[in-house]
């Protein structure tokens, strides 16, 4: 069978090269003796080089890079009469024409049908997309009859086939949460992901009856900027996973690791209209509901299990077993058992304590002094300046620090400069500790020295230091790490 060379090398933006990455090829139809769905992966050498042929057909391309777990996909070339030959992968991508020869019709026919078909099948459970099915067919029908719009006609009635399975798989949430009571809810974002959140409706610090706690009202979280209430907030249940670079939330992924702060943020507020990045009001709101139950959760806090309840594991990312430590020992995204959700129930929030850190909004440090949004949402460069510092040693001051060194202290037990009267926004958010809230377990990590973002929550390998008060403002913005994630929110 004819076949061209193709030859080159991968590079990424920073270093140049992507040595030891694999190129996996998937052929799409069945053409000449190669059959549909047939793939092969080959390897780029350690400066990022390949070199291999291909068949004559409709190939599929992905890349899995050194150091990740999953492919990504790079395009679909054509490959036929008049194709270049030799050729690097990106340049056959983009040049690759849409005109194919007469045999690789005949199979584009094929597959016209067999999307029909299989959007008949998917919507045989689903009776309000009857209609949907009849138009998949009506394209494919049209696809073969006409053969120079025939890929366009073909993609529309795969488009339109895979738009009904989407639809019947819709059904097991829809079931979940019905099942929940209306404490789940699934949430479609402007790019068509499912998002499952937890709806916590409004209340009050009475309604949680917590002994010793001097504030009254509802949580800050549900309070708008105008001072009227917001009748609940809609909390991800799971950290955020990439889909297509986009963040969702959803069951049995590896959480999205290796992304800075203002990356987050930006993947939160591009969901919709009212969607955003954990904030300090909503995780505090979730630690008062804690404390009000007497419960707190566990999580993956020793490479893929609890450091303090062993037989407490999840199904690690990379596969390996509980407390292997090597390879990404991150959890797939409640994967774990009940009480690693914030009330303890399955219908909790997912992963609060341990697996990764969580950038969360609203608060930042600088030169050791707290500034803080004044309501759930406010746009960073409106945050005041709280006049409250963290010292040289670790306490509560408003006093700003001479020293600006670095170091950590268990959060429950942070000590008060002498002279220091506390801050109540502070307290309500759980970044300054007061008697009903220091049984909340975690550290807090301050570095004194520049602008400092917080995570919270811990990380797969941090053990008792981890908790639902743990706090981190250590790192700048842009730091990136392989146990640093976050987790959206949606609030109107």
Known sequence: MPSIQVTGQLVDPTTGVEGSAEIRITSLINYGKTTKKSSVTVFTDAVGNYDFSLVEGKHMFHVKYSGEYVFTNIGTAIVGEGSPTPVDIITIIETSSGEVDQIVISQLQQIAAEAAASAGEALDSKNDAA??????????????????????????ASNLGQEALDTAKEAPLEALVAISGGKWVVITDDFGNSQMVRRVPIHTFEDLNISGCPFTGPLDCFIRQDGSYRPYVDVAVYQASSKG???????DKDPWAFIS????????????????MM??????????NMISQGFQPRGNTEYGRSHSNKNEFGRRADGRVPDDRNGYARTLTG?????????????????MVGNVWEWVDGMKMVSGQFIVAEYTGQPEAEWLATGVYISET?????????????????????????????????QRLMIEPI???????????WNLDGERVPFRGGSLNNASLAGPAALFCHHPRSYASSTVGFRSAFVS
């Open 335 to 351: 994967s774990g058992p009940e009480s690693w959700r914030h009330d303890g129930t399955i219908f909790g929030v997912a992963d």
């Open 279 to 288: 904030s300090q009001e909503i995780w505090a709101m979730l630690c008062w």
């Open 245 to 251: 670079g986009k963040a969702t939330s959803q069951a």
């Open 261 to 276: 702060a203002d990356t987050a943020r930006a993947r939160c507020v591009e969901l919709n209209a009212n969607s955003m």
């Open 435 to 445: 008697a009903c809230t220091s049984v909340l377990s975690g550290r807090f990590y």
């Open 394 to 426: 670790g306490q509560f001051t408003s006093v700003a620090p001479s020293t600006l060194n670095s170091g950590s202290q268990v959060w429950g037990s942070m000590p008060k400069a002498s002279g220091y009267a506390g801050n109540e926004r502070l």
């Open 131 to 156: 209609q949907s099915a009849s138009e998949a067919q009506q394209s494919a029908d049209d696809a073969a009859a006409i053969v120079p719009s025939l890929q366009s006609q073909i993609d529309d």
